[in-house]
């Protein structure tokens, strides 16, 4: 198992440029649309996160084969060999639940293993699974696999009950292939989602409503290749605003869309950091010494990510005050609170809410990573801590983030990666 160790220092002030990397929740549905068509796909400013790598796997699997060049991902499933996501794969990766839809679509049939559980709590997949229904598609639950089976989808009109990302995009790829018209109602708006619908539509799917709640699919017999540039991660970039913020410094990052992140921007400038707009794709983080406290909620794009709730606790460690965060989104998503505690940070969790009491000085100790965001608000804590920590588990930080440390310590971060 890889460890992380940081030399963290109060004092310390990043500074300098960082190159945000494409998303990694944008490219993995980007990789498994190449399941719609025999043609070639080829996905410009792809990660290489883990992620990404067990995709790619899974996609050999089912009968694709891919070449990741540069950043340069060129996919294509002639034929489609299996319809068979494994357990061992989805348990690793519960984003392999994507593959339902399209497998469905062109193949008529998927068998994709159940997630079971995960370190963020449970994570159904009702919702993928009530869409593909109405798609007409029949559905059976055997030794932990979903069957589901279907000569021709046909398209229906389809309500989410809750705003799913993940459901959005299955069911946004079953409908192109689809016979007729598809109505999704209430979809997630994820900068995510939508990129993955211009894809779509690159590829010759017809769509209406790209980024709106309702999206409308009007379905055709096959779809082709295309290029298509993964957006960037906004997340990475939101982990890197909140690194600037934390250490008071002063940090330019680049290739980033500034639109995605305004939610993220907006709580980092009222806690007293100043962030600039350099141009359309670069940002400027400038930190300030007295952080205010901030309560934040979690909820659906555009409202605050989950995915930077970690991040931005640690932040409020450091705030002079006391703040409330919300976890809307998963349950137990609040597994980085004991760990942060070991660091010396005053944290109480009630239910959905974390009352977090600053501002607490942090000391290094060793830690665990329980999962890819947690991770990453450890090593933000880390940098702040006196003296030395140590992060466990390190994989599950491989998984969503690119070359994390080289970036870190390319802005003056002591930073290094233990091999065993
Ligand atoms: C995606 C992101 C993840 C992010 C999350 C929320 C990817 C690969 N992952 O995950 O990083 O944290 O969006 O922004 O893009 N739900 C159901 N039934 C379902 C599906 C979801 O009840 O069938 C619930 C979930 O338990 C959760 C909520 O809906 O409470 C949102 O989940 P969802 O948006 O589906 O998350 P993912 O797509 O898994």
Redesign the pocket.
């Known amino acids: 198992m890889e460890k992380i160790r940081i030399l963290g220092d109060h004092a310390l002030q990043l500074r300098g440029k960082v190159r945000i990397s494409g998303s ?2 944008a490219v ?1 549905p980007a990789i498994v649309a190449s399941l719609l068509t025999e043609e070639r796909l080829w996905l410009q400013n792809t990660p290489r996160v883990k992620d990404v790598f067990t995709t790619l796997t899974l996609m050999e699997e089912l009968g694709a084969d891919s070449e990741l060049k540069e950043d340069i991902l060129s996919i294509r499933s002639k034929k489609i060999i299996s319809p068979e996501a494994s357990y061992e794969l989805v348990r690793s990766m ?2 392999s639940i994507l593959v339902l839809g399209p497998l469905l679509a062109r193949y008529g049939k998927a068998i994709v293993a159940l997630p079971g559980g995960c370190a963020i ?9 009530a869409g593909m229904q109405r798609l007409g598609a029949s559905i059976t639950l055997e030794h932990g696999y979903i069957t589901a089976e279907a000569s021709r989808l046909r398209g229906a009109d389809i309500q989410f009950e ?6 959005t995009e299955n069911l946004l790829m079953a409908a192109t292939l689809a016979q007729g018209e598809t109505v999704l109602r209430n979809c ?1 708006q ?1 900068p ?1 989602v939508v990129s993955m619908a211009e894809l779509l539509v690159k590829m010759g799917a017809r769509i209406d409503g790209v980024g709106d709640e309702v999206i409308r699919i009007r379905g055709v017999k096959e779809l082709g290749g295309a290029t298509h540039e993964i957006i960037p991660d906004r997340i990475e970039a939101g982990t890197f605003l909140v690194a600037g913020a934390l250490t008071g410094g002063d940090i330019t990052l680049e290739k980033v869309d500034p639109g995605h992140l305004t939610a993220i921007v907006e709580k980092l400038c009222v806690s007293g950091a100043n962030i600039e707009k350099v141009d359309d794709s670069t940002l400027r983080v400038i930190g300030c010494p007295d952080i205010k406290p901030q309560d934040i909620t979690t909820s ?1 794009y555009p409202g605050f ?3 930077m709730q970690a991040q931005f606790m640690v932040l409020m460690t450091q705030a002079s005050g006391t703040s409330i965060i919300t976890e809307t ?2 349950d137990r998503r609040f597994s980085h609170v004991n760990e942060l505690l070991r660091l010396g940070a005053n944290i109480e969790v009630n239910g959905d809410k974390a009352v977090v009491k600053g501002k607490t000085p942090l000391s290094g100790a060793e830690v665990m990573a329980t999962d890819l965001r947690a991770s990453a608000s450890l090593i933000l804590a880390g940098l702040i801590a006196r003296g030395e920590t140590v992060i466990n588990d390190v994989e599950h930080l491989d998984r969503g983030y690119e070359k994390i440390e080289d970036k870190l310590k390319r802005l003056g971060a002591s930073i290094e990666r233990l091999k065993k």
């Open positions: 990694k929740n993995l519960r984003a709590g449970s994570r159904p997949i009702d919702l993928h699974i809750k705003k799913t990302v993940g459901g997630a994820e995510e659906p990510p989950t995915d989104i998963f």
